[in-house]
């Protein structure tokens, strides 16, 4: 397995993580737990050792999954996690708002430990921001639970380029995990040139569009009442009708390389920067071992210069997020 270390850290991880949110979360029905631990400790067979959750991901459930699964794995593999969005006392996750009061952090980061069954969270990250507290505080509460052997690295994620600058200056950051795909491009402008700068890795989430760039996705497919890409301007069939464009060029890509789809996105994505790892969602083996072969995709500059100017002629159809849920996560 490839490895890359995330910026200036010295936070070593396989070159492709795994998001696990969609193996309790947002999803109907459920996954199995027994089958789904299964499936993280074939993905530790592997080679991966980078693994995403969050307190809000059920919420609760996806963290004890992921630390029941990796319990037996514990120093060889680097857990995610992450806090500041407000959960009801029922259980119930009020996306309307965020929570990222020091105390709170504090708190979250306890709980999270138990869940994790771990004695320190390998990387923290700010779920979203919150605009009720100065991010210099949110960075300040990290770096006490840094120093007290809670906490090992700092993330934000969705964050802006001044945000990531005023956070790092009270305690340095390890990772910026936000969208990032051929088809959500928004971090090029400033976000990435920041990570560069400050020497800060990236972690891309739905770096496959949230299925779309795989190919198997058309204006045909249907999803169940629960997903979320029901609710996107981008996954209407209209959309994904007119988005073809982007799987075209894929596709084509993909026919001289002998890879899929999905593997020349991931490929495209690896060979932006060397501090860049990809987290792709999966609850399959097929589909886990299809990604893992976009390590052995080598794009030349010649096809990423192919690749630029193509998608540079391609106007994605749909909004990434609707009104309201623009608001809920901030971005």
């Given at each position: 397995?490839?490895?890359?270390?995330?910026?200036?850290?010295?936070?070593?991880?396989?070159?492709?993580?795994?998001?696990?949110?969609?193996?309790?979360?947002?999803?109907?029905?459920?996954?199995?737990?027994?089958?789904?631990?299964?499936?993280?400790?074939?993905?530790?067979?592997?080679?991966?050792?980078?693994?995403?959750?969050?307190?809000?991901?059920?919420?609760f459930?996806?963290?004890e999954?992921?630390?029941?699964?990796?319990?037996?794995?514990?120093?060889?593999?680097?857990?995610?996690?992450?806090?500041?969005?407000k959960?009801?006392?029922?259980?119930?996750?009020?996306?309307?708002g965020?929570?990222?009061?020091?105390?709170?952090?504090?708190?979250?980061?306890?709980?999270?430990?138990?869940?994790?069954?771990?004695?320190?969270?390998?990387?923290?990250?700010?779920?979203?921001?919150?605009?009720?507290?100065?991010?210099?505080?949110?960075?300040?509460?990290?770096?006490?639970?840094?120093?007290?052997?809670?906490?090992k690295?700092?993330?934000?994620?969705?964050?802006?380029?001044?945000?990531?600058?005023?956070?790092?200056?009270?305690?340095?950051i390890?990772?910026?995990?936000?969208?990032?795909?051929?088809?959500?491009?928004?971090?090029?402008?400033?976000?990435?040139?920041?990570?560069?700068?400050?020497?800060?890795?990236?972690?891309?989430?739905?770096?496959?569009?949230?299925?779309?760039?795989?190919?198997k996705?058309?204006?045909?497919?249907?999803?169940?009442?629960?997903?979320?890409?029901?609710?996107?301007?981008?996954?209407t069939?209209?959309?994904?009708?007119?988005?073809?464009?982007?799987?075209?060029?894929?596709?084509?890509?993909?026919?001289?390389?002998?890879?899929?789809?999905?593997?020349?996105?991931?490929?495209?994505?690896?060979?932006?920067?060397?501090?860049?790892?990809?987290?792709?969602?999966?609850?399959?083996?097929?589909?886990?071992?299809?990604?893992?072969?976009?390590?052995?995709?080598?794009?030349?500059?010649?096809?990423?210069?192919?690749?630029?100017?193509?998608?540079?002629?391609i106007?994605?159809?749909?909004?990434?997020?609707?009104?309201?849920?623009?608001?809920?996560?901030?971005?």
């Open positions: 397995m490839q490895k890359r270390k995330l910026g200036n850290s010295g936070l070593e991880v396989s070159a492709l993580g795994l998001g696990c949110m969609r193996m309790s979360y947002n999803v109907n029905p459920l996954p199995d737990k027994d089958e789904m631990i299964a499936f993280i400790r074939a993905a530790v067979e592997r080679g991966i050792t980078f693994f995403d959750t969050a307190e809000v991901y059920g919420p459930i996806n963290e999954l992921v630390g029941e699964a990796l319990e037996p794995f514990r120093g060889k593999i680097v857990i995610s996690t992450k806090f500041g969005h959960i009801g006392a029922e259980g119930s996750h009020d996306t309307g965020q929570d990222s009061r020091p105390e709170h952090i504090k708190e979250v980061a306890e709980a999270s430990l138990k869940r994790l069954r771990v004695e320190s969270i390998d990387l923290f990250y700010q779920h979203r921001g919150d605009p009720n507290v100065p991010i210099e505080d949110v960075a300040g509460a990290v770096k006490d639970l840094i120093q007290a052997g809670k906490v690295h700092f993330g934000l994620s969705e964050a802006s380029a001044q945000t990531i600058r005023r956070a790092h200056a009270i305690q340095p390890t990772a910026i995990q936000s969208e990032y795909s051929l088809w959500w491009r928004e971090v090029e402008a400033e976000v990435l040139p920041t990570c560069e700068e400050l020497g800060i890795g990236f972690v891309p989430y739905s770096p496959l569009g949230r299925g779309y760039l795989t190919g996705v058309d204006e045909n497919t249907t999803f169940d009442s629960t997903d979320i890409r029901n609710r996107l301007p981008r996954y069939p209209e959309a994904r009708k007119a988005n073809r464009g982007v799987i075209d060029l894929l596709t084509k890509i993909g026919e001289q390389k002998g890879a899929t789809p999905a593997q020349i996105a991931l490929a495209w994505l690896l060979a932006q920067k060397p501090w860049i790892v990809p987290i792709p969602g999966s609850r399959k083996l097929e589909r886990l071992d299809e990604n893992l072969g976009a390590l052995a995709v080598e794009l030349t500059p010649d096809d990423l210069l192919e690749i630029k100017s193509a998608i540079s002629k106007t994605v159809q749909g909004d990434r997020y609707p009104a309201d849920l623009k608001k809920a996560t901030g971005r």
